[in-house]
């Protein structure tokens, strides 16, 4: 059975930073594509990045591209979404995914993934 255990979540001041980790269960991690996404109350769960198995391929959207840098040590089946300069507006529970196969051309959308870790807060002070 394949597990997602996020961490690193909490309280950051905007304009500092933060370093989330997601720990993947699983032996065959390092063939998964991953992402992570983030969603608010009452809004859908939004991309904010994504990575191709071998690290080679990352994908973000406008609103953190420049800001977080997502990355992958497929040696310790671990996944990381630095977070550079954040900004209220990026107060979410962020969201680790695991996709079962290689990274799709649809990796924004949360129905590309088959597992996903149980959320950790990130809260950006102003």
């Known amino acids: 059975q394949v597990q997602l255990v996020e961490s690193g979540g909490g309280l950051v001041q905007a304009g500092g930073s933060l370093r989330l980790s997601c720990t993947v269960s699983?032996?065959?991690?390092?063939?998964?594509?991953m992402g992570w996404f983030r969603q608010v109350p009452g809004k859908e769960r939004e991309f904010v990045a994504a990575?191709?198995?071998?690290?080679?391929?990352?994908y973000y959207p406008d609103s953190v591209k420049g800001r977080f840098t997502i990355s992958r040590d497929n040696a310790k089946n671990t996944v990381y979404l630095q977070m550079n300069s954040p900004k209220p507006e990026d107060t979410a529970v962020y969201y680790c995914?695991?996709?079962?196969?290689?990274?799709?051309?649809?990796?924004?959308?949360?129905?590309?993934?088959?597992?996903w870790g149980q959320g950790t807060q990130v809260t950006v002070s102003s």
């Open positions: 995914a695991g996709r079962r196969s290689s990274i799709s051309v649809s990796y924004s959308s949360q129905y590309e993934y088959d597992y």
């Open positions: 990575i191709s198995w071998s690290g080679g391929s990352t």
């Open positions: 699983g032996r065959t991690f390092s063939r998964y594509a």
